[in-house]
């Protein structure tokens, strides 16, 4: 059975860290692109990073340069750290991959930036 379970999330002040992790299990970790999605109260989800089975990163236009992307293929598991959150991070973030026509997520882990 595949499972994501995102862990990490939390309620933090505008400016500072979160690490966000994803542990896979139940398919072949290192085969898939791994990605980060988020969404926020009253909106659709919003792609925010993916990683690919070799390491190659992309990011958001909203999250470039404050986020980090990272898997551990040892640890079958995909990080996000993202650094200087502000209000607009504010959102449930989930981790995905697709295989075929199907999408798997995980339950999400809620960040919250406020002052």
């Known amino acids: 059975e595949v499972q994501l379970v995102e862990t990490g999330g939390g309620l933090v002040q505008p400016g500072a860290s979160l690490a966000l992790s994803c542990a896979a299990s139940?398919?072949?970790?290192?085969?898939?692109?791994m990605s980060w999605v988020r969404q926020a109260p009253g909106k659709g989800p919003e792609w925010v990073s993916t990683?690919?089975?070799?390491?190659?990163?992309n990011y958001a236009d909203s999250v470039k340069g404050r986020f980090t992307i990272s898997r551990n293929g040892a640890k079958n598991a995909v990080f996000l750290q993202m650094n200087s959150l502000n209000p607009e991070d504010t959102a449930v973030y989930y981790c995905?991959?697709?295989?075929?026509?199907?999408?798997?997520w995980g339950q999400g882990t809620q960040v919250t930036v406020s002052s």
């Open positions: 139940g398919f072949t970790f290192g085969s898939y692109d």
């Open positions: 995905k991959f697709n295989s075929g026509w199907r999408i798997y």
């Open positions: 990683i690919n089975s070799g390491g190659t990163t």
